[in-house]
């Protein structure tokens, strides 16, 4: 039994497409658990770039079955884009199937992820309107549209009209803009439904008989450890679990079925949206690790908010979600850098504090402690493997490794598929 959980250890944005899609080289099953498409992963192979949303990042091989899991919000007009970009491509999604429990995102829900951040005003949660957050809202309320209700022209017109009329009214009374026109959203919903009809499916059930036959499986994370809904800077956060508890759920799989957990993290830290990050860089670092590491969301295309290495971050990461291990990816980012800090703590009103406090407030005013560590100032984007890396850089992964108590097992040394290193192998 082989079931890996690979999780986004910081605030998004890690690698996690690029990692999924090089250990889908060896996995029989990929899955997508949470989220929707606020996500953006990133896959370069060979000169190729593909931005994937809401199809999991293993699809880039035909033998490689591919599973949107139940945890997922699908805006079925984007996904039925995406399914046509791969296609364009040359990519085919046979391999592709949707749970029939997947919650749907709607355009009332896009429009008042929109209206509600607008009227948030200087609190704005900095989302990026997908409308993600008022889809698992509804979900949550009980009155969320299934997939599997999309594919019955009668339950849908249904609950789409029974949405509209509350929506509807929301959306002229407390934002003061037009709504919704039901024929309009039930036609273009229903013509979404017959080109996904063929992939919907109980995919949870798919997913453990893969498990019972000893396949390997890979749960694709979306978003971070501290975006997550509980764990994370709430409410700067999104409205999933994107720490391993989250693929359990939003797969339909039992936490012992699941055989290990790891965790993605950047030599550095990078956050998109707002909310506090104690180790950013507001000056000229910040700017040249976001120039060098193309720290612009592939989703919004907002430039990324970069700063160093935080290890209360990684503890917390690792305590959270039970990773045994990390994988460290743009370690090349960091090439030109002449010296390297690590949080290793942060200063509290003049006292230590060693574990991420939950408090925006004490967040805020937390100072990180950095340690310093020599650069090693040259090129690594060419090693393959583990004893080409230079001392420095090795020195560097080895600190990460003590101050967050779990080896590193890969490290990526830039965005194509092969610039990664395996230090110990993640499939047994
Ligand atoms: P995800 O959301 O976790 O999948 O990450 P994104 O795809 O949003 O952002 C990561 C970005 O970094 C993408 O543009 C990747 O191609 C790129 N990337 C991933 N790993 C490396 C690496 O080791 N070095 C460099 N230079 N770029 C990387
Ligand atoms: P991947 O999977 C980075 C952030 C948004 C915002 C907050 C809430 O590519 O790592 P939402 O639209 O989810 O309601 O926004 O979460 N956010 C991400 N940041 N990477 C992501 O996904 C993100 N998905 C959401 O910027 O701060
Ligand atoms: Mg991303």
Not at 47 to 55: E, G, P, V
Not at 75 to 92: A, H, M, N, T
Not at 186 to 202: F, H, I, N, P
Request: aromatic share 8%; net charge negative.
């Amino acid at each position: 039994m082989t079931a890996v959980v690979l999780i986004g250890a910081q605030w998004g944005d890690e690698g996690k497409g690029k990692i999924t899609d090089y250990l889908a080289q060896q996995a029989d099953v990929v899955v997508r658990y949470q989220g929707g498409n606020n996500a953006g992963h990133t896959v370069v192979v060979e000169k190729r770039t593909f931005k994937l949303h809401l199809i999991p990042s293993g699809i880039l091989y035909p033998g490689t079955q591919c599973i949107i899991g139940n945890g997922v919000v699908i805006d079925p007009g984007v996904l039925v884009k995406e399914l046509e970009y791969l296609r364009q491509q040359g990519i085919s999604s046979n391999n592709l199937s949707i749970s029939d429990c997947a919650h749907l995102v709607m355009p009332y829900h896009q429009k008042l992820d929109e209206m509600q951040e607008n009227q948030r005003g200087a609190n704005k949660i900095g989302t990026t309107k997908r409308g993600v957050g008022p889809a698992y809202a509804d979900k949550a309320a009980r009155t969320g549209i299934r997939m599997a209700d999309l594919l019955d022209r009668e339950i849908f017109s249904q609950l789409l009209a029974r949405n509209l009329e509350e929506k509807n009214h929301l959306l002229a009374q407390v934002y003061g803009v037009e709504g919704f026109v039901f024929e309009e959203v039930l036609e273009r919903y229903l013509s979404y439904a017959e080109k996904l009809r063929s992939l919907v499916t109980d995919t949870s059930l798919a997913i453990n008989q893969a498990i019972n036959e000893g396949k390997r499986v890979l749960f694709e994370g979306a978003q971070g450890t501290l975006l997550d809904l509980d764990h994370g800077t709430y409410p700067y956060v999104t409205s999933s679990y994107p720490t391993a508890g989250g693929a359990c759920i939003g797969a339909g799989v039992g936490p012992t079925k699941i055989s290990s957990v790891l965790g993605v993290a950047k030599a550095y830290v990078t956050r998109v949206g707002e909310g506090p990050f104690p180790t950013e860089l507001t000056g000229w670092e910040g700017e040249h690790i976001r120039q060098r590491g193309f720290e612009f969301g592939t989703t919004t295309g907002r430039p990324r908010r970069c700063g160093w290495q935080d290890a209360v971050i990684l503890r917390y990461a690792v305590r959270v979600s039970g990773l045994d291990g990390l994988i460290l990816t743009k370690l090349d980012v960091l090439d030109q850098m002449e010296t390297l800090r690590i949080c290793t703590g942060y200063r509290y009103r003049g006292s230590m504090l060693n574990e991420f406090p939950h408090s925006l407030q004490v967040l805020a005013q937390c100072e990180p402690v950095y340690e310093e560590m020599p650069g090693w100032q040259q090129d690594i984007s060419e090693a393959r493997e583990y004893g080409e890396l230079p001392v420095k850089a090795k020195d560097y992964i080895i600190r990460m490794e003590e101050l967050a108590g779990v080896p590193v097992k890969l490290v990526a040394v830039g965005p194509g598929r092969h610039q990664t290193i395996i230090k110990e192998p993640i499939f047994s």
